[in-house]
């Protein structure tokens, strides 16, 4: 068998397709530490978003109130005044028993400094309508299953504040630090799940176009004879994707060039969600260069007006 032709080819293929592979990333140890805590805190929050999702599936079952009562804001189940209250009120029964006073410590506990008077009475008004319930026996089962719910809830919050925290504090001692938090919409966070995809090997992608590519914000373009195909890239690193598209949301209202470049891309009939990708994709270029020649974002020349073409100077 030492002899089989397939044998001697099996063994020569790792060597002599050694040359064919990408090499790794060269990052520092500083990145490299910075991409674990990132990584594990956009971990930690997207288990936050699926126990919050299963607390609120569950709520809906049984407990409308609690729902309503929270439904103007803007962090729904995830508000900590939310959450103080349902350890204390897991059932529509308790909380249309909750004494004002009671009531009032779990809102200021929470963290509310203002209109707190306000807030108490605005919560006992919903909690003491009539609503539609379950059976004593039943909502009294399901409140059980909230407090196990809501304890998932509160170790998913914790491990987003002590994660994002200790990323923060660590990204903010890389040398790129300053240059990523120059850009609009680019705070520490999500400046470290940046560059914790990216890296610091600047031979790692030696064009702009190879970082967009690798980002999935380029779109792909398919030709055949006379058909020409757009679409966006499927294959990407979901990771800088999702990333990408919070920096274009967060850049819409912290750069006005950033806006306007939005606002063309909708009326050339792109959807949101292609705009947004576009505005990605641009800035993510523009990051590439700021890097590359050791520059901060600089908004004048970021987003110049367009140049008007040459029929419309002539005219």
Not at 19 to 48: F, M
Not at 188 to 213: M, N, P, V
Not at 251 to 273: E, V
Not at 288 to 298: D, E, I, V
Request: charged share 25%.
């Amino acid at each position: 068998m030492s002899g089989c032709p397939l044998q001697r080819i099996s063994l020569k293929h790792p060597t002599s397709r050694r040359t064919a592979h990408r090499p790794l990333p060269g990052d520092t140890e500083l990145v490299k530490a910075i991409a674990v805590l990132a990584r594990a805190q956009q971990d930690a929050v997207w288990d936050r978003t699926r126990a919050h999702n299963r607390l609120r599936s569950h709520l809906r079952e049984y407990y409308p109130a609690v729902l309503e009562a929270f439904a103007d804001k803007r962090e729904k189940l995830l508000a900590r005044e939310a959450r103080a209250i349902l350890a204390i009120a897991p059932t529509q029964a308790k909380a249309a028993k909750l004494a004002r006073s009671k009531l009032k410590a779990a809102v200021k506990q929470a963290g509310r400094q203002r209109r707190i008077e306000a807030e108490t009475d605005r919560l006992l008004e919903v909690f003491r309508r009539t609503w539609l319930r379950q059976p004593a026996l039943v909502e009294t089962a399901m409140g059980h299953q909230t407090l196990a719910l809501l304890a998932q809830l509160e170790a998913a919050c914790k491990a987003c504040d002590e994660l994002a925290s200790a990323t923060e504090e660590l990204s903010l001692q890389h040398p790129d630090a300053e240059i990523i938090t120059s850009f609009p919409g680019l705070a520490a966070l999500t400046g470290a799940r940046l560059l914790a995809e990216i890296g610091d090997d600047r031979t790692r992608f030696d064009t702009a176009r190879d970082l967009k590519a690798y980002a999935g914000s380029a779109p792909v373009t398919r030709e055949s004879g006379k058909s020409r195909h757009v679409s966006h890239r499927r294959i990407k690193n979901s990771r800088l994707a999702a990333t990408g598209r919070h920096w274009a949301f967060a850049a819409l209202t912290a750069s006005i060039g950033a806006h306007d470049h939005y606002n063309r891309r909708r009326q050339t009939g792109d959807r949101y969600y292609a705009a947004l990708r576009n505005l990605f994709n641009r800035m993510l270029g523009q990051l590439h260069h700021c890097l590359t020649t050791r520059q901060k974002f600089n908004e004048a020349i970021a987003f110049a007006p367009p140049k008007p073409s040459p029929l419309t100077a002539a005219a």
